[in-house]
């Protein structure tokens, strides 16, 4: 991994730390550790003063800090431009310092879904949620590209999924502006580990990740015996190999070449192909099945009935 920091990984906050802000006194209460990172770390906190919970992060680079905060900011703007929902005007709640062993640490607090690792989610959910949560992501990656920016660490411990699918980017340290070199990354979702084109911030940067989490997420097996090639031997075509391969990854194919390839026109069209795939697996078909215990048909109503609920607030929205 490229990083500019290492310093802040090296926080060790137990929960039950409380955190208070030297110039706005918001004071925070650690519950657990969401992830860590080259240039901070992420902790689930609930504020004091309503309970409510929260991301914080903590960092040692000022510099890398600020341009986390810029990028949260620009979002906020373009959710009021666009007259979002208010969950899209919330990015960023609160910027401050904390003070920690003699030194200011830099902080800053923004908004927490509720729910889980993405991996996790879809171990327990099952397989077919990916549908729900990929579109999900992928508009997250919109806003981003819409406002300049290219996420570039894009990996599944960057992302908790919420009860209907709802996604949550959690650490923006990587977060750089497009044309610039990718200042933070993971091997797996790097463009240029595969040797399939430059660490210059685009959106297809993002798109290629996001393709190699779904392979990731769906075939892990195959993915870690591609990944431990030599770089001379590893390319592009072991990834596409495994889409072609692994029957898991069968529906999203097409749609998973053309992120790896970066043929998308822009991140709308990467969400309406996405989209129109979903609709096209959740359509009825009709066809002759042999018959099935009861309780089966039961769980997996109860199951279909859920994602339905969550494809619907998907495309509502």
Not at 44 to 60: D, H, P, S, T, W
């Amino acid at each position: 991994m490229e990083s500019s920091v290492t310093t802040s990984s090296k926080i060790n906050l137990p929960q039950g730390t409380r955190i208070t802000g030297r110039w706005n006194g918001g004071r925070y209460i650690i519950q657990r550790l969401l992830g860590q990172g080259a240039n901070g770390v992420v902790f689930l906190v609930k504020r004091e003063k309503n309970g409510k919970l929260y991301a914080l992060k903590l960092g040692f680079d000022t510099l890398d800090i600020q341009s986390e905060i810029n990028v949260l900011k620009a979002l906020q703007r373009q959710g009021r431009r666009r007259g979002a929902a208010e969950r899209d005007l919330n990015y960023l709640v609160e910027v401050d310092d904390f003070t920690f062993q003699g030194r200011e640490i830099p902080f800053y607090v923004m908004r927490y879904v509720q729910g889980e690792p993405l991996r996790a989610f879809l171990a327990r959910r099952g397989p077919r949620w990916l549908d729900v949560v990929g579109l999900q992501l992928l508009q997250q990656l919109g806003r981003l590209h819409n406002s300049g920016w290219v996420f570039g660490d894009l990996k599944p411990e960057n992302v908790l999924a919420g009860a209907y699918g709802e996604v949550e980017l959690i650490d923006y340290g990587g977060v750089t502006g497009e044309g610039r070199s990718v200042k933070q990354f993971t091997e797996w979702y790097d463009r240029g580990f595969w040797g399939a084109g430059s660490r210059t911030a685009d959106p297809a940067y993002d798109w290629f990740s996001f393709a190699v989490v779904c392979i990731h997420l769906l075939a892990e097996g195959p993915l870690k015996k591609a990944a431990t090639q030599l770089p001379q031997t590893r390319s592009r075509s072991d990834l596409i190999a495994i889409i072609d391969g692994q029957e898991a990854l069968a529906p999203y194919r097409a749609w998973l070449k053309r992120a790896l390839n970066g043929e998308f026109r822009d991140t709308a069209e990467a969400c309406r192909l996405w989209k129109e795939l979903v609709a096209d697996r959740f359509a009825p078909r009709r066809r002759a099945r042999p018959a099935t215990p009861g309780w089966i048909v039961g769980a997996f109503a109860i199951s279909l009935t859920l994602l339905a609920c969550a494809l619907y607030l998907t495309f509502r929205f």
